[in-house]
């Protein structure tokens, strides 16, 4: 062989094997980072939200009227549970409280046009273990903005196996984890049985007696200033904001461990700083039953229609009757009033 | 820029070489001067801030140098190459050592003098180093070179700018004057290829394997243990290994994508039978160096064996201070000096050692004396030396008797089976295997060995997500 041909073997066969690969994660696009949606990409693990969702908005430009940020609770809100609002649902994993300002205003920036912010509050996040350090998006705008961003991610073995996982779960078009994305962002959780649902769930209370609540918690002093000044921003859209509806069995161990009054204080400070609050976290007949949920406070996305619903349409929602209640500073006195005796009836 | 970079292998590549080529075809000067803007860029990717120091240094050595080849004022030329050496070295003096030095004076007198965390400037022990070469050689008529698009190319030249090999102006300055040079030529291209690829390789899949472990080991060294110790340990010696010697592959690989052969810069060091043997295999355009225009200048071993042993010490003390402003690297060169003076005598009184004890010695030494070379501190190093014997416990991974649990002191990114593996892979390759230019120069190109490059350089693109730089670049 010579020389010539030798080298026009090399770089034929690299050629060959690294556009392959280059190929299939761009026909995949596990990071999100392109448009395109086909049968076998339409079921989507999740690697890094955070990344993915903030490269998505700057490489699939958004349209949307409505912002919703939230928590992994969030994900399960579906877009199109909501009828008139158009939303994109900027939710993430582990949302911390002071992660709202620079998300929004990240989201903002690529797409100026939304009239309203819809933002998901967690009780278990007013803690000063949980919102005491400053949180940021930043350094994930910073990492899917450097040069090249989205030709470096073609070019990973990594990567590579994640697409292979997409494609094998798209194909089976089954739900096998606690978390997977269809390609417009909509988040789908695996259907546990009754047993192993209250398994989680037991578990799951577990770790929040021992982590998120009792001595744990304590109320962050800066919760009402920092949300405020998400209130403030952006002040051309309209802000709403709802409490994520947690099942009943764990709102007991947050009574039990002493929480319910600083339930009480969280909720009177986004009634005030927001003018109202949809409340879905008490004690109510989708709370109430735990196949609702996956592991006590993640709720299937059945449930994220009910509360679309209910925050659209208000009194002419799709959901059942008692649940959802909008809380106004002339209602929060008897609204707590009836947590308080639902929450005495579940002792 | 680094070469295991997608902006490098994807776009700066390909674009320098084909425009260069290009350039070549129309007028020679074009290519050069090409070559010489795109190392400047190669260069300032990082922090343009150093750019003006490396062209400084650049014009100042050049007129120097022109200078004193040009032979005239005879009375000054010493005094000239004088005050262009203090040049060299009071730079290199004030980036590299300038804390190091206050930092000494405070302690010694209890002193408060500032420190000014200056960020060591890349490359510029390798440039200043083969800069002074230039001086001492023009100084000796040994240069007849005043074209400065040449001398530019060869203090620049960027596949050997970070991280050398240390190039003698003697050994590139005739190819950059050379026509041939500016034509594609396939046997370059086809040696180039094999050998960056397998140097790509060596620091994308083997070096930065073991770098996790040694990192994990070395920031953890007050709870390691005798396995621990060893496995922490081998691992830098595997890492420093496959990580410089995958860099000088690269940069000889690219450069003669160029037409230009650079000079060789590792021969299986760790296949030494004696410490003079390792520093004719380790980093040999160093030790050329330092044995040039240090060691033969200071007298060799024209002297008698007392000024020998001296001038051998002297050389090593160099070789400890270029690496680092620190006492860790002031005793790992005390450690070769001692070595390499205790290595003559046995041979001059005709002392003789079997082979394989000779290599094992060899090998063991040179990784004692990395622990220096690594550990932050001189605490740290002796914290590892302990632990190394068996001072600070010995423990077995309880996995070996319970199956599941992993159980070292701290936990590494693998388990043992896995580290053990891997760790007598690497030592089997370095030790045994065919290094890389002797592959590149004796191996045959057929199909075969043309799906290994190719095979190699995909797996090493596709790992790309995980750039890290290379150990010599803070040398």
């Known amino acids: 062989m010579n020389d010539r041909k030798f080298s026009l073997t090399v770089m034929a066969i690299f050629a060959i094997l690294t556009l392959a690969v280059v190929t299939f994660n761009y026909w995949m696009d596990p990071l999100w980072n392109f448009s395109h949606a086909h049968e076998y990409n339409d079921v989507q693990l999740v690697t890094d939200e955070r990344e993915q969702k903030t490269a998505n908005q700057i490489y699939v430009p958004k349209t949307e009227d409505t912002l919703l940020l939230g928590s992994s609770r969030s994900t399960y809100i579906h877009h199109d549970g909501f009828k008139d609002w158009k939303v994109y649902n900027y939710s993430v994993a582990n949302l911390s409280m002071r992660e709202y300002y620079t998300m929004m205003d990240f989201a903002f920036e690529q797409n100026p046009d939304y009239e309203r912010v819809i933002l998901g509050v967690d009780f278990f996040k007013s803690s000063t273990q949980e919102a005491e350090a400053p949180r940021s998006i930043q350094n994930h705008v910073k990492r899917v903005t450097q040069p090249f961003y989205r030709a470096k991610n073609l070019l990973s073995f990594d990567l590579m196996k994640t697409s292979a996982q997409n494609l094998q779960m798209s194909a089976d078009d089954e739900i096998t984890e606690d978390r997977l994305y269809n390609r417009e962002g909509d988040a789908f959780a695996r259907k546990l049985s009754e047993e192993e649902t209250l398994s989680d769930t037991e578990d799951k209370i577990k770790k929040f007696e021992s982590t998120f609540y009792g001595k744990s918690y304590t109320y962050y002093p800066r919760y009402k200033e920092i949300m405020k000044k998400v209130h403030d921003l952006h002040p051309e859209a309209e802000k709403m904001v709802y409490t994520t509806p947690i099942s009943s069995e764990l709102f007991k161990s947050l009574v039990s461990t002493g929480l319910y009054e600083e339930y009480e204080i969280w909720l009177r400070d986004l009634v005030e700083v927001y003018g109202g609050v949809w409340n879905f976290m008490y004690p109510n007949s989708v709370t109430n039953d735990i196949t609702n949920y996956y592991d006590g406070h993640h709720f299937y996305p059945e449930v994220g229609y009910y509360i679309a619903s209910r925050m659209e349409q208000g009194d002419n929602a799709e959901a059942p009757e008692d649940f959802g209640v909008y809380v106004t500073p002339d209602t929060i006195d008897s609204h707590l009033k009836q947590v308080k005796k639902l929450v005495d009836e579940l002792n | 820029m680094i070469f295991n970079s997608f902006e490098f292998i994807f776009l700066f590549l390909p674009i320098v070489w084909i425009l260069y080529m ?11 001067t090409w070559l010489l803007v795109a190392s400047l860029f190669f260069y300032g990717y990082w922090n343009p801030a150093y750019l003006p120091l490396i062209l400084i240094s650049m014009l100042v050595n050049y007129a120097i140098g022109m200078f004193l080849g040009r032979n005239k004022a005879k009375t000054y030329r010493k005094a ?5 050496i203090i040049f060299n070295v009071l730079l290199l003096g004030y980036f590299k050592y300038y804390d190091f030095f206050v930092e000494n004076i405070n302690f010694l007198i209890g002193s408060e003098l500032v420190l000014k965390n200056i960020l060591l400037p890349l490359a510029i022990s390798f440039y200043t180093f083969q800069q002074i070469a230039y001086l001492v050689d023009s100084y000796r008529l040994e240069t007849k ?9 060869f203090v620049t030249f960027f596949p050997q700018l970070i991280a050398g090999p240390i190039v003698h102006h003697g050994q590139v300055m005739s190819q950059f004057s050379d026509k041939k040079t500016y034509r594609i030529n396939y046997e370059h291209i086809s040696q180039g290829l094999l050998i960056f690829a397998i140097g790509l390789f060596k620091k994308v899949a083997i070096a930065d394997t073991f770098a996790e472990w040694a990192n994990a080991g070395y920031s953890n060294v007050n709870v390691l243990t005798f396995l621990d110790s060893w496995v922490t340990t081998l691992s830098y010696t595997l890492q420093l290994y496959f990580d410089f010697s995958g860099y000088s592959d690269m940069a000889i690989g690219l450069a003669l994508l160029f037409n230009i052969r650079l000079p060789l810069n590792f021969n299986s060091p760790y296949k030494a039978r004696d410490i003079q043997d390792f520093w004719r295999r380790w980093h040999i355009t160093l030790s050329h160096f330092l044995t040039t225009y240090i060691y033969i200048p200071l007298g060799g071993n ?8 001296v001038n051998i010490f002297i050389i090593f003390l160099v070789s400890g201070i270029w690496h680092g402003a620190g006492w860790t690297f002031l005793i790992w060169g005390t450690m070769h000096g001692l070595a390499s003076i ?15 004890l000779a290599w094992v010695t060899t090998f063991l030494f040179v990784h004692f004396a990395w622990v220096f070379f690594r550990a932050l501190t001189l605490q740290d190093a002796l914290t590892v030396l302990k632990a190394m014997f068996g001072m600070n416990g010995l423990r077995l991974p309880t996995e070996w008797f319970h199956e599941t649990n992993l159980d070292w002191l701290f936990p590494f990114s ?12 690497g030592l089997a390759i370095s030790w045994y295997a065919k290094n890389s230019v002797e592959i590149m120069y004796e191996t045959k190109r057929n199909v075969p060995m043309a799906v290994f490059a190719a095979l190699l350089l995909f797996y090493s693109v596709m790992q790309l997500q995980q750039v890290s730089e290379f150990l010599y670049f803070n040398f």
């Open chain 2, 22 to 32: 290009l350039l070549g075809r129309i007028h020679i000067p074009f290519a050069k």
């Open chain 2, 145 to 153: 070179e005043y074209n400065f698009l040449n001398y530019g190319l």
């Open chain 2, 80 to 84: 000239i190459l004088t005050i262009g």
């Open chain 2, 302 to 309: 024209r002297k008698g064996p007392k000024r020998t042993y």
């Open chain 2, 414 to 425: 693998a388990t043992t089976l896995e580290l053990s593996i891997t760790i007598l892979i």
């Open chain 2, 342 to 356: 205790i290595c003559r005598y046995w041979k001059l009184a005709g002392f003789k050692m079997n082979s394989v």
